[in-house]
């Protein structure tokens, strides 16, 4: 090319050609994008929430915590044994329950409940929470995930289907009441639990 | 000319690949490098093209769906003649990988090989890294047990803290809500497609570079590096002092490459393969999950961080780091490249491997998670209880049955979460006992509420036996003079 500032036809063609790649490639983005996160998207306004049984009130009694399991609510045909989950269903008393998710609200791992020492263990780093799952020592910064629930013509539901982790919205936006003011309610219930008796009977039960 | 030299002419003409491959294996290295600690690179490749081989050969009868990858792993252990044979070829040279990458980016950084013009070898290096532990991570997802599951649940944890977007992460991560199916389907297509894509071409450009630049020579502790001189400088050691690769420094490189190996085999062949632990079921919460070994400090680490700088050094910690590394030829790529004369990089070096280390060799014994079962499985030691009142008898059933021992050991059993007291009496007097049981602190949960009075009373009582045979135990001072006072006590 002689003159610098003119184009040639065949370098013309070229860039023609090299803008309709981009505009191609742009246009199917959005369908390869689209597909990328549609477990992202299908999840906007609690998509993948919905109620799931426990079972029957009388099933969980009165003052122990007990562990329930149900099917995750969204299934894939490859999903296997994984989409069983397991929580933790304290009663109260009455109709009035807490459903805690058994992962542990540091970094996930299935808490273990001691009905004796009343906490919630858990084995990866130590974490430890009250029987109301406030956060008792150890590495988490609060206290159990907790489902929300209602009682519906004697079942105990749920509204599951996410993975509980500390930064989930459905994580905080329930089960993060300030733990001092849940602690003080719960003294007065406490206090009717028969747990003092029900450590007496095991030592008795050890010492015999 | 013979009929093979023939058919090799034949296809030369039109690969026209002789020529360039004879210039690389025959271009000339500085004497000196032909050393053993230039052999880790090469060991690096044999053990991924080896990690290729067996991934392939695993693909053979694996099953990447939830529903069967446990029972195809089980398969391949139990029923596949020699499965579990690859299987721990493919475990333990994954280990040996991290290692031998690691190894080779100590040795790169000591011998200042990351400084000009190597920089961009350097970082393409740092990415290498990064995706051999991106291998390491989604193969142990492709193991897919119990370990695994969980592992991906601690890993969702992790990545849900990132500020606003970590939902939206955990989610693109999992492939759904919860860990399942298209969890494991997309970890199959990372550790398959994805990253052993983008690894096998960074390779190719890294090794390329090597061989365009040349191999870093031995570092002379006075001899600085300048941008203006050192490609003359090196050109020049090459053509007085210079020998060609093959075979004048090759054969170290295939003596290693080739123990290597044999070390990798002999592993897998002692210790055989890895797990899988139990079934990837979510509803079996009887497990203590641990990672594999090359993320056992990050177990570690994670247990030790106070809980409020926990998020920040996760999400801020790994970003610092990659950025330092990345940036580290930029901040040094000229000067003194001999260890001797960088105490500075020589101890960080030191610090790191210290810190490394002593985090994994913690995580192997986990002293921060309590024993779930000491409670029940670690009986109180008899010379703890010889000559102890019924009180005190009852105050040791009351310390197993309220799974203190889990956290607590005694005649070194039991749980190292909180401290050991096997002389717990003579730290801390009746009152700071009492205290402590029932409003807990120091990372103690408070056991007030789960204890009647007279457990309390009998647990102090067994508590205040807890004492070397010649050493009193703590007493507050003026309890005594307060009781004297007051007429109860002579």
Not at chain 1, 82 to 105: K, L, M, P
Not at chain 2, 462 to 469: D, G, K, S, V, Y
Request: glycine residues 10%.
């Amino acid at each position: 090319m002689s003159n610098e500032n003119l184009i040639s036809r065949r370098g013309l063609f070229m860039k023609i050609g090299m803008l309709f790649n981009g505009l191609v490639a742009t246009a199917l983005a959005f369908p390869i994008m689209r597909f990328l996160l549609s477990s992202v998207t299908r999840g906007h306004g609690n998509g993948y929430l919905s109620w799931v049984s426990l079972g029957r009130v009388s099933e969980f009694p009165e003052g122990e915590t007990r562990l329930a399991t149900f099917r995750n609510p969204y299934v894939m045909p490859t999903d296997g044994q994984t989409v069983d989950t397991a929580c933790w269903v304290r009663r109260i008393g009455g109709d009035q329950f807490q459903v805690f998710a058994v992962n542990c609200a540091h970094l996930g791992c299935p808490v273990r409940w001691f009905p004796q020492s009343g906490l919630f263990m858990c084995p990866c780093h130590g974490g430890a929470y009250y029987r109301d799952g406030s956060r008792a020592s150890g590495p988490p910064e609060r206290g159990l995930f907790e489902y929300p629930y209602k009682v519906q013509d004697g079942m105990v539901t749920i509204q599951a289907g996410e993975l509980p982790t500390p930064g989930s919205p459905t994580a905080s936006s329930f089960g993060n009441k300030p733990p001092c003011a849940a602690r003080n309610d719960l003294v007065s219930i406490d206090s009717k639990l028969s747990t003092s008796n029900e450590t007496n009977a095991l030592v008795r039960r050890m010492q015999t | 000319m013979s009929v093979i030299g023939q058919i090799g002419q034949w296809f030369d003409r039109r690969l026209q690949l002789a020529a360039p491959i004879r210039e690389a294996a025959e271009h000339p290295v500085p004497r000196n490098t032909a050393s053993w600690f230039y052999v880790f690179g090469s060991a690096a490749l044999t053990v991924f093209l080896l990690q290729l081989v067996t991934g392939i050969l695993l693909a053979l009868i694996y099953v990447p769906s939830a529903n069967e990858a446990w029972s195809s792993l089980q398969a391949l252990n139990h029923d596949v003649t020699l499965g579990w044979f690859i299987r721990a070829m493919h475990g333990w040279g994954s280990n040996f990988m991290v290692a031998i990458v690691l190894i080779h980016m100590v040795q790169v950084f000591l011998f200042g090989a990351y400084k000009f013009p190597r920089e961009l070898t350097w970082i393409i290096g740092v990415f290498l890294l990064l995706m051999t532990l991106g291998m390491a991570f989604s193969g142990q997802v492709l193991r897919f047990d119990q370990d695994a599951y969980w592992g991906l649940g601690i890993g969702a944890s992790i990545a849900s803290r990132v500020p606003i977007a970590g939902p939206m992460i955990v989610k693109l991560m999992l492939g759904g809500p919860i860990i399942a199916g298209a969890t494991l389907s997309r970890f199959f297509a990372l550790h398959v497609f994805a990253i052993p894509g983008m690894l096998i071409g960074l390779v190719c450009l890294h090794v390329l570079m090597v061989l365009k630049l040349g191999i870093n020579e031995w570092p002379m502790p006075g001899r600085l590096v300048k941008r203006a001189t050192y490609e003359n400088e090196y050109h020049q050691l090459t053509r007085k002092d210079g020998a060609p690769f093959v075979p004048y420094a090759v054969w170290k490189d295939l003596f290693f490459a080739a123990f290597i190996l044999l070390a990798v085999a002999a592993c897998a062949l002692y210790f055989g393969p890895f797990g899988p632990t139990g079934r990837p079921d979510p509803t079996v919460i009887q497990t203590a999950p641990k990672p594999d070994y090359f993320f056992l400090w990050l177990y570690g680490l994670l247990s030790y961080l106070p809980p409020s700088m926990e998020t920040p050094a996760l999400l801020i910690g790994p970003v610092v780091v990659i950025a330092f590394l990345v940036l580290l030829p930029f901040l040094s790529g000229e000067g003194e490249k001999s260890w001797r004369r960088r105490p500075i990089a020589v101890l960080t070096v030191l610090l790191i491997a210290i810190i490394l280390g002593t985090l994994t060799h913690l995580a192997g014994f986990t002293p921060w998670s309590p024993h779930m079962n000491a409670w029940s499985g670690d009986p109180v030691p008899q010379r703890f209880l010889h000559g102890a009142t019924a009180l005190q008898r009852k105050g040791a059933l009351v310390f197993q049955a309220k799974q203190c021992r889990n956290c607590h050991s005694l005649g070194e059993l039991g749980g190292q979460r909180g401290p050991a007291l096997d002389s717990v009496a003579v730290r801390l007097t009746q009152d700071q006992l009492i205290r402590q049981v029932i409003q807990g602190g120091g990372n103690m949960p408070a056991y007030g509420k789960n204890l009647s009075p007279a457990e309390t009373t009998a647990l102090v009582a067994f508590l205040e036996t807890l004492h070397p045979a010649g050493q009193a135990p703590a007493r507050e001072a003026a309890r005594d003079i307060v009781l004297r006072d007051s007429g109860t006590r002579p």
